[in-house]
């Protein structure tokens, strides 16, 4: 892997915050219920797998723009992202929106959204070169 300058390596978590943070927005946008039932909780877990191809793609633009590595870029983002929302479950959960169960199906729905991410990452490598 080709190696991140300093600016890269500021902007590449600082991306990864700002998507987690959108994504506790949307999380934030259903009821209860959508957590505690579940019917509709598999609902949210195919929702996270949807959301993982359009979120690689933008973060690999993201990289382009700044020219950096898409890869090392996106892993770098998703380390932002996994920071930000374990520091927010443990101090401020109610930023998510929800309590109790509902709290910890937020946290699996977010682990199984991450996990996704690298999936699809994995599953459709970018096709840029890397520089060597």
Not at 18 to 43: C, H
Request: charged letters at 15%; zero cysteines; proline letters at 6%.
């Amino acid at each position: 892997m080709s190696r991140m300058s300093a600016a890269q390596w500021t902007a590449a978590p600082v991306t990864g915050v700002v998507f987690a943070i959108s994504a506790a927005v949307l999380l934030r946008l259903f009821p209860e219920d959508f957590y505690l039932d579940n019917g509709k909780r598999v609902l949210l877990f195919v929702l996270a797998a949807l959301l993982a191809p359009p979120t690689v793609l933008l973060v690999r633009r993201v990289a382009r723009l700044l020219r950096a590595d898409p890869t090392s870029f996106l892993y770098t983002a998703n380390t932002g992202a996994v920071l930000f929302d374990s520091i927010t479950t443990g101090f401020a959960p109610q930023f998510y929106g929800h309590r109790g169960p509902a709290a910890h199906v937020v946290l699996a729905v977010i682990v199984f959204g991450l996990a996704a991410i690298f999936l699809t990452d994995y599953f459709f490598p970018s096709n840029d070169k890397e520089a060597t």
